[in-house]
């Protein structure tokens, strides 16, 4: 066997391995929203810890409230979760930073800087409500959302639809507003919600990218890539090369 013929068998083999990962991630990636990869998550710790996702974040990304219920509620990045003794689940929020947090005897209110979350007691969202102003702080009255903004305070009616001003020195319950108050999580707090939410970020859309373009290996599997292409090329010319030589023999 000669040396092209070594060459050309070993170039094949590196390279039939490569177009395998290549073309199966490629099909895949191509049907991305028929297969649901988007929607999907890894769930496999070595390969979180391999995206860097073992560790969760410094406490100054993450924010959480205690309610009156015992239930904690943290948000890391956009998302939010109810913690209770023994379970850790997601749960519908705001859109940005929460800012408070009230329960009342119908439903759960979770508010940001603009708008006001509304879930039932299932923890499933009801309605979404746009605050008169900016946010400064939330809590209740009389079993009724009240809100600080910056242009005064303002409550909730009985239909939960409208915002009623509250003038300043008319209010006969301001002094049993029960103000909500929210802090940065403690470090087994935040531990907690991150064994939950790391599960929920990295979904197999990125992870077959990654694959697709080698650079699940990091600069290793960009070396392997380009090595893989060169590869096929050495497989192509040779190949036409051992045509060349061998003529029209059979």
Request: net charge negative; proline share 5%; with cysteine.
């Amino acid at each position: 066997m000669t040396i092209l013929r070594k060459l050309h068998r070993i170039a094949c083999l590196f390279a039939a391995g490569f177009l395998i990962i290549f073309v199966c991630s490629g099909l895949a990636l191509q049907h991305t929203q028929e297969l649901d990869l988007d929607l999907h998550f890894v769930q496999w710790v070595p390969l979180l810890t391999a995206f860097g996702l073992d560790t969760p974040p410094n406490v100054d990304s993450a924010v959480s409230t205690r309610m009156e219920t015992g239930t904690t509620l943290i948000q890391i990045d956009s998302s939010l979760y109810r913690i209770q003794p023994g379970s850790t689940e997601p749960i519908p929020g705001p859109e940005s930073q929460m800012r408070g947090a009230i329960a009342t005897g119908q439903y759960l209110f979770i508010a940001d800087a603009t708008t006001l979350t509304m879930l039932d007691l299932q923890f499933n969202l009801v309605d979404r409500i746009d605050l008169p102003a900016e946010m400064l702080r939330l809590g209740k009255s009389a079993d009724l959302p009240i809100v600080e903004t910056t242009n005064g305070r303002n409550r909730l009616d009985s239909t939960l639809l409208h915002w009623v001003p509250i003038e300043a020195g008319h209010d006969n319950n301001s002094a049993a507003v029960s103000w909500s108050r929210v802090n940065q999580p403690d470090q087994s707090t935040l531990e907690i919600a991150w064994k939950s939410h790391r599960t929920r970020i990295l979904s197999w859309t990125r992870v077959l990218q990654e694959i697709h373009s080698g650079r699940i290996l990091g600069s290793v599997g960009i070396f392997l890539a380009d090595l893989a292409t060169l590869a096929l090329l050495a497989l192509a010319l040779s190949g036409l090369m051992l045509v060349r030589k061998n003529g029209n023999r059979p």
